[in-house]
C-alpha cells in the first residue's frame, strides 16, 4: 500500500486569525521544493499538511522536508478510510515494518481523533488496536510509560496511521516575516546568523565584501558555495558581491593604522543599508557575538552600529563558539567555512586595533574620506548572483 506524508507544524498553528497565511506560504514553500523532486500533491487536513508523492521519492522528500522551517515533525503514514478493521489491520503492518528497521519489542497506541463524531472513542479505539496487535503478532508487549514505538492513529477526514515522527526544525516558513540583508563572510559564524534569522520566517539576501585581486577568486567561490548551502533552508538567496579595495586603500592611505578595522566595518554596513533601502530589505543581519574577537566589543560594535539607522539583528551575540560551531556542522556550513581562504579584513589588519575606539574619534577621522562617493563607486561595480537551491 502507498504512503503519504504528513507534515505537522506547531508554532503557526498559533498565530490566530493570521494562520491561513502563515499555513498557505508553508505549503508554497514546500510545493518549491518538492515540484524538483517529482510529481506531488499537497493539501491540508484539520490542521496538517499531507503530501502524496511516488515512494521512490519519500526519502529524498523527507531529507529535503526536514529543511523547510515552519515544519515540526514528517511521519510517513498509511491513509485509510474510517474503517475499525482496516485501522486495526494497518496498524499491526506499520508496527512490523518498524520492528524490520528498529528491532521494537514494546509499544503503545496514541490515538487522536480530531473528529470527534468518529466511534468508539480515543480510549476504546487505543485499547482494541492494542489487543488486535497482541492476538495477531508474536514478541511484542504494551507499555504505556515507555514504550520503544507509538502506534499513532488520527482520525481526520481520512485515517492516518504511522509510527515515525522525523524531527524538522520547526520556526516559521521563509517569506512570512519580511526581508534581511546577510552581511555574508566566509567564516563560521554569519551562515549561522543567516540560518538562524531564515527560521524566524525572513527572507534572506546576501552581502559579500572582498578586495580582489588581494583577496582570490577561490575565495568569492567559496563564499558562493556557503549561499548555495544556505539556499536549502533559505531558498533562493540574492548575493550581492562587493569589492571594497579601494576603500579600504584609501581609509589605509589617510586614517589611524589602529582605525582600519572599525572603518571598514563601518563602510560594509553603509554599503549594506544602502543596498537594503534600494532593495526593499527591512533589516541587516550579522554573525557578530560579543567579545569574540577585538572589535566585538560593546564599545566596537556601538561605533559599527552607528554608522547605520537600519535594524541590526545579531542573533548570535550571547552565544558561545562551540555552540555556533555546531549549529553550522549540523547545517553543513562548517566544511566549507574552514576552508583557508584570506578574509578581506586581513588585507590590510592592524597589528593593534582599537578595543574600546571612541565615536567621536572615529567620525573626525573619517572626515578626510569622501564617504558617500567611495560607497557610490563600490555599489556600481558590484556583481550580483541569483544563488538557486540545487
Ligand atoms: P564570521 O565567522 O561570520 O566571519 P567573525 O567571527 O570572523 O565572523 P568578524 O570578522 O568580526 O567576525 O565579522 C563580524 C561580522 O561582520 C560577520 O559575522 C559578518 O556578518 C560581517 N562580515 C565580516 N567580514 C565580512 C565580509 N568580508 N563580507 C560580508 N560580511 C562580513
Ligand atoms: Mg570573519
Known amino acids: 500500500m502507498n504512503k503519504v506524508l504528513s507534515v505537522s507544524f506547531g508554532e503557526i498553528a498559533l498565530k490566530g486569525k493570521n494562520r491561513f497565511y502563515f499555513e498557505n506560504r508553508l505549503i508554497r514553500n514546500i510545493k518549491n521544493i518538492l515540484n524538483e523532486i517529482g510529481e506531488n500533491k499537497v493539501y491540508k487536513e484539520q490542521s496538517k499538511i499531507y ?59 496514541d490515538v487522536n481523533r480530531a473528529d470527534k463524531r468518529f466511534e468508539p472513542n480515543s480510549v476504546e479505539l487505543a485499547r482494541e488496536v492494542g489487543a488486535y496487535i497482541l492476538k495477531n503478532s508474536e514478541g511484542f508487549t504494551v507499555d504505556v510509560h515507555n514504550p520503544d514505538a507509538y502506534v499513532h492513529i488520527d482520525i481526520r477526514t481520512n485515517c492516518y496511521i504511522y509510527t515515525d515522527k522525523i524531527k524538522a526544525y520547526g520556526g516559521l516558513p521563509v517569506g512570512t516575516n519580511g526581508k534581511g540583508l546577510l552581511l555574508l563572510s566566509g567564516g563560521i559564524d554569519s551562515p549561522v546568523a543567516g540560518f538562524l534569522i531564515a527560521k524566524r520566517g525572513v527572507e534572506i539576501s546576501a552581502v559579500h565584501y572582498h578586495s580582489y585581486p588581494f583577496t582570490s577568486e577561490r575565495a568569492e567561490e567559496k563564499v558562493k558555495t556557503l549561499a548555495k548551502i544556505l539556499t536549502r533552508y533559505c531558498g533562493r538567496i540574492k548575493l550581492f558581491s562587493v569589492n571594497i579595495l579601494d576603500i579600504q586603500k584609501e581609509i589605509n592611505a589617510k586614517c589611524p593604522e589602529d582605525e582600519m578595522t572599525i572603518i571598514s566595518r563601518r563602510f560594509m554596513m553603509r554599503i549594506a543599508e544602502k543596498i537594503a533601502l534600494k532593495e526593499e530589505i527591512d533589516a541587516l543581519i550579522t554573525g557578530e557575538s560579543l567579545g569574540q574577537v577585538a572589535s566585538q566589543t560593546i564599545k566596537g560594535i556601538n561605533v559599527t552600529n552607528s554608522s547605520v539607522n537600519i535594524p541590526v539583528l545579531r542573533p548570535l551575540i550571547g552565544m558561545d563558539k562551540v555552540d555556533i560551531t555546531e549549529i553550522s556542522k549540523d547545517i553543513g556550513t562548517y566544511e566549507t567555512s574552514i576552508l583557508p581562504f584570506e578574509d578581506c579584513c586581513t588585507v590590510f589588519l592592524p597589528k593593534h586595533p582599537v578595543t574600546r575606539p571612541k565615536l567621536e574619534d572615529i567620525e573626525e577621522s573619517e572626515k578626510v574620506l569622501n564617504i558617500e562617493e567611495l560607497i557610490d563607486k563600490a555599489i556600481e561595480k558590484m556583481i550580483v548572483y541569483k544563488v538557486k537551491p540545487e
Open 51 to 109: 503530501i502524496e508523492i511516488e515512494n521512490d521519492y519519500i526519502d529524498e522528500a523527507i531529507r529535503k522536508l526536514r529543511r523547510i522551517f515552519g515544519i515540526v515533525n514528517i511521519s510517513p503514514c498509511y491513509r485509510i478510510e474510517k474503517d475499525i478493521d482496516e485501522i486495526m489491520k494497518s496498524s499491526l503492518e506499520t508496527l512490523e515494518e518498524a520492528r524490520k528497521l528498529k528491532g521494537i519489542k514494546t509499544f503503545k497506541v
